[in-house]
């Protein structure tokens, strides 16, 4: 049942196209348009975090590796077709420049990486104007894989969610490391370092 509405709406969705969308979905969805992006949120993590940017570093290429490889994993074991390989839809699918993808579709790829990039870096940036503007920017990369006729918004919206939860641990995972950093360097106290004035 739910299979079957989420082919509904996805052949709703995927219908709504034009010339100019197909090229704007197309180019939104590629991976290297985004390096300047994430150099940009990188460059202000290290400005705001100075020394202790390395470790978010790592935590960032952790989180990212878990989102990657965690989504390919799901799309081996469901092996649900994506809407363009799937026999009783295919015809009806709009493609765009007639690229297709790999044979599964459960979870979107995309939408993992885009939401665990998303979510991980607004909770260091933590400032609402960030926070709207990254949510909104996976959203669109999200939706431009229905658009361009390789998800079911199911597969879209589990990636989210696996990615968004991805994000989560592995900040929640650097908070602990950072409070036991801490918590382990010897207690520095101003006041018995100052020079005896008797």
Known sequence: ??????????LFLNSLNSPFWDQMMYTLSG???????????????????????????????????????????????????RPCQEPSIKALVHLVNGECGGLYCFVSSHAANTFDAALLSLLF???????????LW??????????????YPGDVICGALLGALIG?????????????????KPYFNPAQNRPSTH
């Open 138 to 151: 996976a959203s669109v990369i999200s939706y431009s894989r229905v658009y361009l006729g390789v998800h």
């Open 168 to 184: 989560w641990c592995v900040y929640r995972l650097y908070v602990l490391t950072d409070n036991s950093i801490l918590k382990n």
């Open 31 to 81: 991976r290297l348009i985004w390096v300047p992006l994430y150099l940009t949120i990188l460059i202000f993590l290290g400005i705001k975090y100075k020394r202790k940017f390395l470790i978010i570093l790592i935590f960032i290429i952790l989180a990212a590796t878990l989102a990657d490889q965690t989504s390919v994993i799901v799309k081996n074991l469901v092996h649900r077709l």
């Open 1 to 10: 049942m739910l299979e079957r509405l989420d082919q509904q709406l996805f």
């Open 125 to 135: 940036i933590k400032r609402r104007w960030y926070t709207i503007s990254i949510l």
